[in-house]
């Protein structure tokens, strides 16, 4: 079965760091692009970060550029999210999500597999 | 970028209703949208891609339409389980983008 499974959410103080992690299953995970996805508390789905199926490729939405680096070691079949300088606004359950082409570089794609979600709460 | 604007924000409707929602892109972009649903408490799941084709194993009684700038998702016959946020998301360029979501409720 293919799944993805997110976890490392956790309570931090703002200016804080964490590390999340995506670790998946069922699939050839170094073919695929992925994605993190947040929702923050009652609102929508926001497109966080991007990368690569060889790791080679990363994007970043704007708000959290310079802030949040993304990795993926593929011999692990798992996915990072280095989260760095953390403020009030980046509290949110973080989704991993699979784009749904192995076409490298499509990390705009739709995602036909969404990981499990882990809760990041930034406050003092 | 382009912007994704979904119409409503929500709606109540009744078991067997048929309920339609819309999402506007700001630019064209062809038939390059894709739809998720996410129930309560839940993860989003893929819906529709390429704006009307359906997602194996989702239910016959939800369809997609549209090209260019303006899209519907339409569930006919409304059913107790479908309740959830819509939304859309536009995959032709980066960045990714949603719209806001729908809010589909039982009357």
């Known amino acids: 079965e293919v799944q993805l499974l997110d976890s490392g959410g956790d309570l931090v103080q703002p200016g804080g760091s964490l590390r999340l992690s995506c670790a998946a299953s069922?699939?050839?995970?170094?073919?695929?692009?992925i994605n993190w996805v947040r929702q923050a508390p009652g609102k929508g789905l926001e497109w966080v970060s991007g990368?690569?199926?060889?790791?080679?490729?990363?994007y970043y939405a704007d708000s959290v550029k310079g802030r949040f680096t993304i990795s993926r070691d593929n011999s692990k079949k798992t996915l990072y999210l280095q989260m760095n300088s953390l403020r009030a606004e980046d509290t949110a359950v973080y989704f991993c999500?699979?784009?749904?082409?192995?076409?490298?570089?499509?990390?705009?794609?739709?995602?036909?597999?969404w990981g499990t979600g882990t809760t990041v709460t930034v406050s003092s | 970028d382009i912007q994704m604007t979904q119409s409503p924000s929500s709606l109540s409707a009744s078991v067997g209703d048929t309920v339609t929602i819309t999402c506007r892109a700001s630019?064209?972009?062809?038939?390059?949208l894709a739809w998720y649903q996410q129930k309560p408490g839940k993860v989003p799941k893929l819906l529709i891609y390429?704006?009307?084709t359906l997602k194996s194993g989702v239910p016959s009684r939800f369809s997609g339409s549209g090209s260019g700038t303006d899209f519907t998702l339409t569930i006919r016959s409304l059913q107790p389980e479908d309740v959830a946020t819509y939304y859309c998301?536009?995959?032709?360029?980066?960045?990714?983008?949603f719209g806001q979501g729908t809010k589909v409720e039982i009357k």
């Open positions: 990368i690569s199926g060889s790791g080679g490729d990363t």
């Open positions: 630019q064209g972009i062809r038939n390059y």
């Open positions: 069922g699939f050839t995970f170094s073919a695929y692009d």
């Open positions: 390429g704006a009307s």
């Open positions: 998301h536009k995959y032709d360029s980066a960045p990714p983008t």
């Open positions: 999500a699979r784009v749904a082409t192995v076409t490298p570089n499509y990390y705009f794609y739709y995602m036909d597999v």
